[in-house]
């Protein structure tokens, strides 16, 4: 069954639907050679990093970083992602500075799982239905960002799915070796087009792609 935000269910959002359709982004650190980054992540919480804690903000790529999540009006979550996020962030303090804190506490979170029943994490719903459904009826809102960060094995199945708007990658310049890769070893053939490009004082680059559809 479809799942539709409810306005009767604690943790849903009754948003109008309007004219200008919410845009669903993705938000990713990698490496040069394409793995991705667990954010702060302990080897205890998130298992699938083989290597992590290389990925260093500088204070351009932070300040990006807190414009993005600024531009939230909702998140979706893979479940390991929603986990560290619900166990670090969720349970922090409010800094009084902090545009990540800010949008993760007061925006609506939607997590992607058939195992997760009970999230603690105020303003949460869980997706354990027809995801396709649920994803395209929350992009159907009217709203500006419907954001994905990490979320890796969800970042590929929406990619699969068509359901992906535009692509935020920070890549660092560091070779991993080894670990999760953000993109999978066959996938679709999707053409990109780049929308914005930068690059920070210690070579961290940031593009931003938008997705125009499966190549002919």
Request: aromatic share 10%; net charge neutral.
């Amino acid at each position: 069954m479809p799942m539709h935000p409810d306005p009767n269910h604690a943790g849903r959002i009754n948003w109008k639907k309007g004219n200008t359709i919410m845009k669903l982004t993705t938000t990713t650190q990698v490496s040069v050679d394409g793995v991705m980054q667990g954010p702060g992540a302990r080897q205890d919480e998130l298992d699938a990093f083989e290597r992590h804690g290389w990925a260093h903000f500088d204070n351009e790529a932070g300040k990006v970083m807190d414009e993005i999540f600024q531009r939230a009006d909702a998140f979706l979550f893979g479940r390991l992602t929603y986990k560290h996020f619900a166990a670090t962030w969720g349970t922090w303090d409010d800094p009084g500075d902090s545009p990540i804190w800010t949008a993760l506490h007061t925006k609506p979170k939607y997590v992607a799982s058939t195992t997760l029943t009970n999230p603690r994490w105020a303003n949460t719903t869980v997706l354990s239905g027809d995801l396709v459904a649920a994803v395209r009826a929350l992009k159907a809102m009217q709203g500006g960002e419907l954001q994905v960060h990490g979320s890796g094995a969800l970042f590929r199945w929406l990619l699969d799915n068509d359901l992906i708007d535009e692509i935020n990658l920070f890549t660092f310049p560091v070779l991993v070796g080894q670990g999760t890769r953000l993109f999978a070893a066959a996938g679709p053939d999707v053409s990109l087009d780049l929308i914005d490009s930068r690059a920070t004082p210690s070579g961290i680059t940031i593009q931003v792609y938008r997705t125009t559809g499966r190549r002919p």
